[in-house]
């Protein structure tokens, strides 16, 4: 083996242009960079262009058709009718209370993941930070729908938290809240209390993750700095955790906001009979076969979240995303 | 003034971050006890017994394996197609400074960021609008197109790190462009594409909301899961089948994780 390695020709600076078409092809690539950048880009825009903003339009194509009231059929001409059915009162109800549970939702998503986020990136170290990343990663992946079913579990009449409840006796003040109006109802799976907490559980992870992000940016001296400088903890808070933590509880709205205003299968399993706005899109695109109303319900969130998006954009938040 | 404060941990903190993470992962754990449990017609709590006997009977119902065979073949194939565009994507963006590149990230990202019932109506409107029938390729078409993100979110922080002098320095060695990507880039990028798939995957296994708008009458497993949790018909089977999905998409997001953990970006922030 040595024997070949000594005998063998030193290499030539040059290399000889490798055979076929690969040369020139990469010859041409490494002399037009442009050329090769748009080969790169063409399938993916082409296929997110075609496949989805192709859909969006014609989706919002089918927003301006109507539906014929005796027929059935879609009238495949320009129109603003279905607008303004989407203006009566029992729809813009639908849209007020989505977007209450929606803003609901996003505040109670905050207040827990707070300590959450906050512990994780400034006490969390070595092992503890890798736990608590799974431990935010996991639940957040785990599957949507076994994360419903799991609270069908829980909320049921005959679950876990009934029995945890008698276990303490305080079924009394259960039984209270559900007799309340609007948060109540036969039990909690069928209350919009049911619904509301199961919309907190599957987005929570959403909002810890960019809040962590954002106080992983904090200095720590800052807030030794505040306390130093005579602050109390709740001082400290307002006035120099909170603030600097405010572009990433926004970009975690972005999430728990959005996807609160589109989700149609969490209401419809834990909740009551009374429609959010992905409920009646599902149910005016599939069982009344109003697609045009459909398509201009599904406005009515794209509308809400670039306003918010807007607005986040002016705060920072995606900075912190 | 204590100089060490930043070691010492407020109680009130440790409570609340530990009754969150508690919140957190009760839940999935309470549906591990009850794919044993012997009641069949309610949930009760506590389970009046233990069994074994639910995993034979779903194992050997049909409708089960053909729902779990859809959702593999769906999620292969769509991540095979995300794999390519999200790379494609993630190297030209990350490597050239052109006009229209952050039209580019927004592109990608707009399917996740919008609503899932957006996209699945959007989807099904184009769908009637072309006149395509539902098929086994209208569920990968939409899978496909929210499953670019994920591989390209991890394979852009790769190309991030991954330093440019590099593939200069291969060139002047006398690599064509081929063998630079063949020898240079490809392991560079391999762990973290390998993550990026493993986490489409279990995206597009997992997808729900897209998939009732493309699919008609084909039924994926989530399908079947949101059959039974609407118009339930055997409730064990259903503990059962939700107990195996928790494990299976657990393995991939842990694989993924230690694939990409030594990383600065860690796969999977931002579903």
């Known amino acids: ?250 970009a975690g709205s972005i999430f728990t906001f959005s996807l609160t205003l589109g989700d149609y299968i969490i209401p419809q399993i834990i909740g009551t009979s009374r429609l959010f706005i992905g409920q009646a899109v599902y149910s005016q695109q599939g069982t009344a076969g109003n697609i045009p109303l459909a398509a201009a319900f599904t406005v009515v969130p794209i509308v809400i979240m670039g306003f918010y998006l807007w607005g986040a954009k002016r705060m920072g938040a995606f900075d912190a995303l | 003034m204590r100089s060490d404060g930043s070691q010492s941990t407020p109680l009130g903190l440790k409570v609340a971050a530990a009754c969150g993470l508690l919140f957190l992962h009760l839940p999935i754990f309470l549906i591990f006890v009850y794919a044993f449990t012997t009641e069949e017609k309610s949930f009760v709590w506590p389970p009046p017994g233990l069994t074994t006997q639910w995993f034979a009977v779903t194992w050997n119902r049909p409708d089960v394996w053909q729902a779990l065979s859809l959702s593999v073949r769906v999620a292969a194939i769509s991540t095979l197609v995300a794999l390519v565009l999200g790379t494609l994507c993630a190297a030209a963006v990350s490597r050239t400074q052109f006009f229209g590149r952050e039209t580019i990230s927004l592109l990608v990202i707009l399917p996740i960021a919008l609503p899932g019932i957006i996209t699945g109506i959007a989807l099904r409107s184009a769908f009637s609008l072309a006149e395509i029938p539902f098929s086994f390729w209208t569920i990968v078409l939409g899978h496909a197109t929210f499953c670019v993100v994920v591989v390209y979110n991890n394979a852009v922080a790769r190309f991030r790190r991954t330093s440019g002098s590099m593939i200069e320095a291969s060139m002047d060695l006398g690599a064509d462009g081929f063998q630079t990507f063949r020898h240079i880039v490809l392991p560079n990028i391999a762990t973290a594409l390998l993550a990026g798939g493993m986490l489409a995957f279990a995206l597009s296994f997992d997808e729900v909301i897209v998939t009732t708008f493309t699919a008609g009458q084909q039924q994926t497993l989530p399908i079947w899961m949101l059959e039974e949790l609407i118009r339930p018909r055997q409730r064990p089977v259903t503990n059962v089948v939700a107990m195996v999905v928790v494990l299976v998409t657990l393995l991939p997001i842990l694989l993924a994780y230690y694939l990409t953990r030594d990383g600065d970006q860690i796969a999977g922030s931002g579903k």
Do not use: C
């Open chain 1, 1 to 250: 083996m040595t024997l070949t390695a000594t005998q063998a020709k030193p290499a030539p600076a040059l290399l000889p242009r490798a055979g076929g078409l690969r040369g020139p092809l990469s010859d041409l690539f490494w002399r037009r960079p442009k050329l090769l950048l748009l080969l790169m880009l063409l399938p993916p825009v082409l296929w997110l262009g075609i496949v989805y903003i192709g859909s969006l339009f014609a989706l919002l194509l089918q927003s301006f058709f109507s539906i014929d009231e005796f027929s059935g059929l879609i009238n495949r001409e320009f129109t603003l009718k279905t607008y303004g059915d989407l203006l009566q009162a029992a729809n813009l109800d639908i849209i007020l209370r989505t977007m209450t549970m929606a803003a609901l939702v996003t505040l109670a998503s905050a207040v827990i993941a707070f300590p959450i986020a906050y512990y994780a990136a400034r006490y969390a170290r070595g092992r503890w930070k890798a736990l608590f990343y799974l431990g935010v990663m996991l639940p957040l992946w785990s599957s949507y729908l076994v994360k419903i079913y799991a609270w069908k579990l829980i909320l049921a009449k005959e679950g876990i938290l009934t029995w945890l409840l008698a276990k303490l006796h305080l079924v009394w003040l259960l039984d209270g809240w559900l007799s309340l109006p609007i948060v109540g109802g036969n039990s909690l799976s069928v209350s919009s209390t049911g619904t509301f907490i199961v919309f907190v559980y599957v987005w929570l992870p959403f909002m810890i993750l960019p809040v962590q992000a954002a106080l992983e940016r904090v200095p720590g001296n800052l807030v030794e700095a505040s306390s130093d400088l005579g602050a109390s903890p709740g001082q400290t808070f307002r006035n120099v955790l909170f603030p600097l933590a405010l572009p990433g509880i926004v």
